[in-house]
T-cell receptor
Framework: AQSVTQLGSHVSVSEGALVLLRCNYS??????LFWYVQYPNQGLQLLLK??????LVKGINGFEAEFKKSETSFHLTKPSAHMSDAAEYFC??????????FGPGTRLSVLP | DTAVSQTPKYLVTQMGNDKSIKCEQN?????MYWYKQDSKKFLKIMFS???????INETVPNRFSPKSPDKAHLNLHINSLELGDSAVYFC???????????????FGQGTRLTVV
């Protein structure tokens, strides 16, 4: 069965610092990978996705993620954190049949 | 123009009551979902449904039932509400684009259900 793990339920960074949110998946077939962001009291919004092709994917709000098959990872990064980035971030896998599996989420805090 | 909309946004009700949450998508997608998000923010899929089949997460109590009057709507009915049903419920939709490509899921804003 496929699963998604996110190391660190809570990550704190200073404003302007690098953001790194970790995601690892287990899958016996090539996965399709997504990062979503959830702001307080809102729904989930897609940040970026990997399906096929280039393994470095750029998304909205300056975020990017790199698919590394050998490490079964899809970590999310942003060079410089902004206060508005504070939110909950979810990594998700779709292995087909429209079966989305979400990781447990990582809460990002940005300190002034 | 909202892509996936759910109503109501907040729902407070007493134990034992029956309630419904409505969901509509105007994206022309063929698959819709219901997710439950608990107090620790964990997202758990409850149902996925397209015009071919309903897939039910086996851990979901049969007090929960999805109803789809048409392709654009997937409502969630909950009977005999319990305290443990308190959570945020999200509706989502996606388009199955074939074996070579998978699209993302689009989410509604959520319905915060509080059972007292």
């Amino acid at each position: 069965a496929q699963s998604v793990t996110q190391l660190g339920s809570h990550v704190s960074v200073s404003e302007g610092a690098l953001v790194l949110l970790r995601c690892n998946y287990s899958s016996s077939v090539p996965p399709y990978l997504f990062w979503y962001v959830q702001y307080p009291n809102q729904g989930l919004q897609l940040l970026l996705k990997y399906t096929t092709g280039a393994t470095l994917v750029k998304g909205i709000n300056g975020f990017e993620a790199e698919f590394k098959k050998s490490e079964t990872s899809f970590h999310l990064t942003k060079p410089s954190a902004h206060m508005s980035d504070a939110a909950e971030y979810f990594c998700a896998v779709n292995l087909g049949g429209q079966n989305f599996v979400f990781g447990p989420g990582t809460r990002l805090s940005v300190l002034p | 123009d909202t892509a996936v909309s759910q109503t109501p946004k907040y729902l407070v009700t007493q134990m034992g009551n029956d309630k419904s949450i409505k969901c509509e998508q105007n994206l022309g997608h063929d698959t819709m979902y219901w997710y439950k998000q608990d107090s620790k923010k964990f997202l758990k899929i409850m149902f996925s449904y397209n015009n071919k089949e309903l897939i039910i997460n086996e851990t979901v109590p049969n007090r929960f039932s999805p109803k789809s009057p048409d392709k654009a709507h997937l409502n969630l009915h909950i009977n005999s509400l319990e305290l443990g049903d308190s959570a945020v419920y999200f509706c989502a939709s996606s388009q199955e684009a074939g074996a070579a490509y998978y699209t993302e899921a689009f989410f509604g804003q959520g319905t915060r259900l509080t059972v007292v």
